[in-house]
Antibody
Framework: EVQLVETGGGLMQPGGSLRLSCATS????????MNWVRQAPGKGLEWVSL???????YYADSIKGRFSISRDISKNTLYLQMTNLRAEDTAIYYC??????????????WGQGTLVTVSS | AIQMTQSPSSLSASVGDRVTITCRAS??????LGWYQQKPGKVPTVLIY???ILQSGVPPRFSGSGSGTDFTLTITSLQPEDLATYYC?????????FGGGTKVEIK
């Protein structure tokens, strides 16, 4: 069974740093397109970042230069290092697996999310 | 970045109604689009990918169509459990981008 469990959220002051973790099981992180997606309170979904084979990484314009995605293959865990946090980064952060087949690609498994609140 | 414009932002329909949600991309994204459902208080789940491929386990009343810049999600017979917000997501190019969402309410 595929499982993704995010941890590391909390209340942070503006300008602070935080690292989110996404522990996975039932599949191999290194073989998958791993994503972070966030949702501000009462708002829509916003794609944040993706990492896939070969450590290629991509970022949303809103967080580029401040956030960094990585993974530990030995722990089958995905990370999101967040720096210079802003109030607008307040959101639930979801870890999601991307799967590709001969037809296309989708986010087929999601964690339950971890809440990050940035406030003074 | 490619912008995804979704409409309407909300709708109210009766059980059994046919519901249509549209998503327009700011440039050609071929068929590289998915539709996601998020029920209140729940995690999003994928309904459709590659514009028209039904994800395994999704009821056949859901269907997707379109290519290029214009896409449609259709629910042929709305059910009470379809109360949710629906999002499109383009995966043609980075950064990936979601539409703003369509909140579907049941009359």
């Amino acid at each position: 069974e595929v499982q993704l469990v995010e941890t590391g959220g909390g209340l942070m002051q503006p300008g602070g740093s935080l690292r989110l973790s996404c522990a996975t099981s039932g599949f191999v992180v290194s073989d998958s397109y791993m994503n972070w997606v966030r949702q501000a309170p009462g708002k829509g979904l916003e794609w944040v970042s993706l990492i896939y084979t070969g450590n290629s990484a991509y970022y949303a314009d809103s967080i580029k230069g401040r956030f960094s995605i990585s993974r530990d293959i030995s722990k089958n865990t995905l990370y999101l290092q967040m720096t210079n946090l802003r109030a607008e980064d307040t959101a639930i952060y979801y870890c999601a697996r991307g799967t590709k087949d001969s037809s296309g690609w989708c986010l087929d498994s999601w964690g339950q999310g971890t809440l990050v609140t940035v406030s003074s | 970045a490619i912008q995804m414009t979704q409409s309407p932002s909300s709708l109210s329909a009766s059980v059994g109604d046919r519901v249509t949600i549209t998503c327009r991309a700011s440039q050609d994204i071929k068929n590289e689009l998915g539709w996601y459902q998020q029920k209140p208080g729940k995690v999003p789940t994928v309904l459709i990918y590659a514009a028209s491929i039904l994800q395994s386990g999704v009821p056949p009343r859901f269907s997707g169509s379109g290519s290029g810049t214009d896409f449609t999600l259709t629910i042929t017979s709305l059910q009470p459990e379809d109360l949710a917000t629906y999002y499109c997501l383009q995966d043609n190019s980075y950064p990936l981008t979601f539409g703003g969402g369509t909140k579907v309410e049941i009359k």
